[in-house]
């Protein structure tokens, strides 16, 4: 199938058909591909936490408002968190890469100040996620990313040693019967004139 038609399938799947589950396989293949998501100057300032314990993803979904019912009727839930101490991320992270990626990222991110440098490591974990929605799709599973859950919750819950949870994914299989499957209810977007130039 080709990505165009993958685009068209994907979308933010609210109901999950409970008797079908993700497989073992599956979820250890999920794992390797977010481990190769990009980052810029590879900086993966990040930590994927795969959830599939019953009582763990019940705690998590009680902390997560309108998605508590989607995240207690699937098999997966990925929790997706950004490093929290630019120190540790400079030393751990930023130290190993060449010479001219550590110049980048003090003259073009550490130079505009702490509050910039955490929202810049923060898109690296937002881009893992599309990366991650792609994947999913093209392996014929459904998911939905959620940013609509309780971070200071789930960092409670979660052991997050030196890392914040951002916001979260659910991986498995549709109900034939979900309201918003684009077969029923067409996805609602910008006409390519209104967002897309070619000069
Ligand atoms: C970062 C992000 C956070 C989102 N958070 C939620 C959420 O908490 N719950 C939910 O049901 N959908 C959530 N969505 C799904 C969007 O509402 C959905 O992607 C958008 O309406 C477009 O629909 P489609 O993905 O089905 O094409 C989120 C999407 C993104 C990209």
Request: one cysteine or more; a neutral charge.
């Amino acid at each position: 199938m080709s990505f165009l038609d993958l685009a068209k399938r994907r979308y933010a799947t609210k109901k999950y058909n409970a008797a079908k589950k993700i497989s073992v396989a599956q979820i250890e293949e999920l794992k390797e591909i977010i481990r190769l998501s990009p980052s810029s100057i590879n900086s993966q300032p990040w930590k994927f936490t795969f959830v599939t314990d019953g009582a763990v993803k019940k705690e998590l979904a009680a902390q997560s408002y309108m998605n508590e019912n989607s995240i207690n009727n699937v098999g997966l839930l990925v929790v997706f968190s950004v490093m929290e101490d630019i120190k540790h991320f400079e030393k751990r992270n930023i130290a190993v890469l060449p010479e001219g990626w550590i110049s980048y990222y003090e003259q073009m991110v550490k130079s505009n100040g702490d509050a910039f440098t955490k929202s810049w490591m923060e898109n690296q974990v937002y881009l893992s996620l599309g990366y991650f929605l792609s994947a999913c799709i093209s392996m014929g599973l459904d998911a939905t990313p959620m940013e609509g859950i309780n971070r200071k919750a789930y960092q409670q819950i979660l052991p997050q040693d030196g890392y914040s949870p951002l916001f979260a994914a659910t991986v498995g299989y549709a109900d034939i019967n979900d309201t918003v499957h684009p077969t029923v209810f067409p996805k609602l977007r910008f006409e390519p004139s209104e967002i897309i130039e070619s000069i």
